[in-house]
């Protein structure tokens, strides 16, 4: 089983929508989460991390569910500039190594 | 404050060539990733050096070297290139914090042919 498994999509949303990604992993020992967003043909880059209270940046919404083993990101209002992949990545505990999900594409369609 | 920078951002190579992708980071990181992107696939762990003066194998390290030079350089060679090559590569950092995300260099994309 994978360490890290993420629905790759595409999500195809109007501009306004709400979305939501799930990411689930499959060791409980697993010490830290983030939400990467990469652009085609670019870096990714840092969204948000993700606590285990869960967590809001303006429009994003990040959260832990720990005893179900997953992580979610929610994008609430969403924009042009949205579209992109969203990477869910996980920290193991096993020398710190960090897993990363395949990706869900995102398209928000004026 | 440039962060990651890779070279080249462009590579062709034929097969059997070798070549170097140089990485630095000016953060003060002690580890330091390389990783390469293949379409459907994802990002793979190629090396990886928790700090200066140690590597140790990813998921996909046959048919790569790396060198960790001093703290700021990270270097990934190949000695024999291959078409099962050709990828987005990679390089990475981060701090030693337990929740320290990774910093990503702009990529480099290399051709085997």
């Known amino acids: 089983r994978k360490e890290v498994e993420q629905d790759p999509g595409p999500f195809n949303v109007p501009e306004g929508a709400t979305v939501a990604f799930n990411c689930t992993y499959s060791n409980s020992a697993s010490q830290s989460f983030f939400w990467y967003r990469q652009d085609c043909r670019k870096e990714p880059k840092l969204l948000m991390s993700v606590y285990s209270s869960g967590n809001e940046d303006g429009r994003f919404t990040a959260q832990l569910n720990r005893a179900s083993q997953y992580i979610s990101l929610l994008i609430r209002d969403s924009k042009l500039s949205d579209s992109a992949t969203y990477l869910c990545v996980l920290r193991g505990s096993t020398l710190g190594r960090l897993y990363f999900g395949r990706g869900t594409q995102l398209t928000v369609w004026p | 404050n440039a962060g990651v920078t890779q070279t080249p951002k462009f590579q062709v190579l034929k097969t059997g060539q070798s070549m170097t992708l140089q990485c630095a980071q000016d953060?003060?990181?002690?580890?330091m990733y390389w990783y390469r992107q293949d379409p459907g696939m994802g990002l793979r762990l190629i090396y990886y050096?928790?700090?200066?003066?140690?590597?140790d194998k990813g998921e996909v390290p046959n048919g790569y070297n790396v060198s960790r030079l001093n703290k700021r350089e990270f270097s990934l060679r190949l000695e024999s290139a291959a078409p099962s090559q050709t990828s987005v590569y990679f390089c990475?950092?981060?701090?030693?914090?337990?929740?320290?995300?990774?910093?990503f260099g702009n990529g480099t994309r290399l051709t085997v042919t």
């Open positions: 953060m003060n990181h002690n580890s």
């Open positions: 990475a950092s981060r701090s030693q914090g337990v929740n320290s995300p990774l910093h």
């Open positions: 050096s928790a700090s200066e003066g140690t590597t």
